[in-house]
T-cell receptor, first 116, second 113 residues
Framework: GAVVSQHPSRVICKSGTSVKIECRSL??????MFWYRQFPKQSLMLMAT?????????EQGVEKDKFLINHASLTLSTLTVTSAHPEDSSFYIC????????????FGPGTRLLVL | DQQVKQNSPSLSVQEGRISILNCDYT??????FLWYKKYPAEGPTFLIS?????DKNEDGRFTVFLNKSAKHLSLHIVPSQPGDSAVYFC????????????FGGGTRLMVKP
């Protein structure tokens, strides 16, 4: 199957700093990428949908100014958690979808963020 | 409002027996359903899916059943193996696998040797 990578896999930062997470599709062009977060023992919650070359669409309750998403190329989307706080500590997972609209999403391995 | 629910947070099964994981949904607009397997600190791995025009899809040891009238789907794993131990998420979407997924809360499956 297709490969999606995330970097870093784990990050610890101080409260108030910003953290950037990268999501890359390694062997296909991803016109759409999705960003999810998962709290311990809970489900994956969609945060935003990112389309290459356009602004991301955020789900209700997700602050777009806090979670900045950039999808500048067909293989890379970034999520920046600005002014991170301890409550932002979570597991962030991206998924990528190729062109065509109905193709399967492939998930990255996730990034564990811990804000101290 | 949780549109996709997995009411059993955990399930324990003996190796070689059948594992049945259940999922219910409320949104009648969903027309495509998927099951994912997830290990801790890893992303979900796609297992099997089913379109709403079908009521059964089989792939090796995995079979997904869909009961549209009851808005219920289930994943059967037979025979269960210790390596199947993981958290299983069902997900639903409208318009195909590439669209926004709504996930259930997950069921932790433990297969005992």
């Amino acid at each position: 199957g297709a490969v999606v990578s995330q970097h870093p896999s784990r990050v610890i930062c101080k409260s108030g700093t910003s953290v950037k997470i990268e999501c890359r599709s390694l062997d296909f062009q991803a016109t759409t990428m999705f960003w999810y977060r998962q709290f311990p023992k809970q489900s994956l919650m969609l945060m935003a949908t990112s389309n290459e070359g356009s602004k991301a669409t955020y789900e209700q309750g997700v602050e777009k100014d806090k979670f900045l998403i950039n999808h500048a190329s067909l293989t890379l989307s970034t999520l920046t958690v600005t002014s991170a706080h301890p409550e932002d500590s979570s597991f962030y997972i991206c998924s990528a979808r190729g062109s065509g609209g109905t193709e399967t999403q492939y998930f990255g391995p996730g990034t564990r963020l811990l804000v101290l | 409002d949780q549109q996709v629910k997995q009411n059993s947070p955990s399930l324990s099964v003996q190796e070689g027996r059948i594992s049945i994981l259940n999922c219910d949904y409320t949104n009648s607009m969903f027309d495509y359903f998927l099951w994912y397997k997830k290990y801790p600190a890893e992303g979900p791995t796609f297992l099997i899916s089913i379109s709403s025009i079908k009521d059964k899809n089989e792939d090796g040891r995995f079979t997904v059943f869909l009961n549209k009238s009851a808005k219920h789907l289930s994943l059967h794993i037979v025979p269960s193996q210790p390596g199947d131990s993981a958290v299983y998420f069902c997900a639903a979407t409208k318009g195909g696998a590439g669209n926004m997924l709504t996930f259930g809360g997950g069921t932790r499956l433990m297969v005992k040797p």
